[in-house]
């Protein structure tokens, strides 16, 4: 497949963009080469500006998780941007969407729409100190929530595919008040909090991780989290941006029988769109202003377009009894498929699953935290990454970053990508 026009694309855009993109995951620095410019996607499949048709296991890193250009959705936001596209006052649709994700998800009373993940999680925090009245918050090494500066402190994602997991521009002041812990090591984070008394407003974690590649938390790690906040009165908060309405209605909450003083959101409860919220019960959410203290706002929150297209997708989604069913199937499928190719070429890796979020780890040991996908051989990912871009298949170009199913995929599909894993595979070594 040829990439001549997308290379040019790039070269234009780095005039006057920096880096050439709007965020630093859509770069090709960790592999090589330049990012794909798509031109149009639908269900399953990006279409580039070159006319190459790629299967594609990012989905706008999540949200997609019904398919490019969901037609229900598509069709809501249409209708929506006829009547105005913003207001900067309530409607109805707001309230709308609000009860809906209110009645899908476990422990929460109400819920505040924003514009972004990181939005959501920098003021989910500010909403746990305000509440708490301390300062300090516990981080995991490699869980990203968002490129505000409190997360800024060994944080996954794009911040450590390109060397940055503590960004200069971040203050000493700010960097102090966040305290890092190993992913599913309990006693790490009892002894941060033996460590620092009465000080700690929150825990924040992805409750299945999903910025150092796919981890899934050890049996009793959530459980153990919950025990330790309840001793130590901090508030648990879930960054339910990736997990959120993708791996079960309730998210994480539901699948891990765990309950969360916060949740946060973004990726699917947006259809697409740009929306982030926060959740939680009414105790705690009626901190936020204007019903008490603690500051929020938003000229674009609850954006009638961005809410339009929320609904559509959390209705879709709420009426399919049988969707996340379905999309761990498919993803089991994909998982034994590249497990036989991966074996029957010799090659070493890992892969990590839970539901539709997957990674695939060239080391053989297992991949549990930070430090351990950090072993990974990136070499062999990059060999990896651009053999499957040759067959058609675009993965994350990082190998810190799950790949996220979409329900639009066929076994067709799964097949097509199982075979060019065997092909890739042949040339790894
Ligand atoms: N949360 C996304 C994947 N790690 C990042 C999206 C972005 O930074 O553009």
């Not at 019904?66 to 959705?73: D, K, N, S, T």
């Not at 929460?108 to 300090?136: H, P, Q, W």
């Not at 034994?336 to 074996?343: A, H, Q, S, T, V």
């Not at 298949?393 to 894993?421: K, M």
């Amino acid at each position: 497949m040829l990439y001549e026009r997308s290379s040019r694309l790039f070269a234009e855009a780095a005039k006057v963009i920096p880096g050439g993109v709007n965020s630093p995951v859509r770069a090709f620095k960790a592999v090589g080469g330049t990012p794909i410019f798509v031109k149009e996607a639908k269900g399953a499949y990006l279409y580039d500006e070159d006319g190459n048709r790629l299967i594609d296991y990012i989905n706008s890193w999540g949200p997609m998780i019904l398919g490019h250009a969901y037609e229900p959705v598509i069709n809501a936001v249409i209708e929506r941007a006829k009547k105005g596209t913003s207001f900067g006052m309530p409607t109805a649709l707001e309230t709308e969407i609000a009860a809906l994700a209110v009645s899908m998800v476990p422990n929460i009373d109400k819920i505040r729409f924003v514009n972004s993940g990181t939005e959501a999680c920098m003021s989910a925090i500010r909403l746990a100190r305000g509440y708490t009245k301390r300062d300090k918050i516990i981080k995991f090494a490699g869980c990203y929530h968002g490129h505000s500066d409190s997360f800024l402190i060994q944080a996954g994602s794009g911040a450590v595919t390109f060397g940055t997991p503590n960004s200069p521009g971040v203050t000493q002041g700010t960097a102090k008040d966040t305290l890092l812990a190993k992913y599913n090591d309990l006693q790490n984070v009892a002894e941060l909090f033996t460590a620092n008394p009465d000080s700690i407003a929150a825990i924040i974690i992805e409750p299945v991780a999903g910025n150092m590649g796919c981890i899934p938390p050890a049996d009793g790690f959530l459980q153990g989290l919950r025990e330790l906040c309840d001793q130590n009165g901090a508030l648990l908060i879930f960054d339910e941006v990736m997990t959120g309405f993708r791996l079960a209605k309730g998210g994480a909450q539901e699948l891990y029988n765990v309950k969360a003083d916060l949740v946060t959101f973004g990726k699917v409860i947006g259809g697409g769109l740009p929306v982030g919220a926060f959740a939680g019960p009414e105790a705690i959410m009626n901190h936020l202003a204007p019903a008490g203290p603690v500051y929020q706002a938003g000229t674009l929150s609850g954006n009638p377009l961005a809410m339009a297209a929320g609904l559509e997708m959390l209705k879709a989604l709420n009426a399919d009894a049988d969707i996340y069913k379905r999309l761990d199937e498919k993803t089991a499928y994909l998982e034994n498929g590249m497990r036989k190719e991966l074996d029957s070429a010799g090659i070493t890796y890992t892969i990590n699953r839970r539901g539709s979020m997957i990674s695939v780890h060239f080391d053989e040991r297992p991949v549990t935290d930070f430090a351990s996908a950090a072993n990974g051989d990136n070499e062999t990912f990059k060999k990896f990454f651009h053999g499957l871009l040759q067959e058609g298949v675009y993965i994350a170009p990082s190998a810190y970053e799950t790949w996220f199913i979409t329900d639009a995929l066929t076994y067709d599909d799964l097949d097509f990508t199982i075979q060019a894993v065997g092909k890739v595979a042949s040339n790894l070594k």
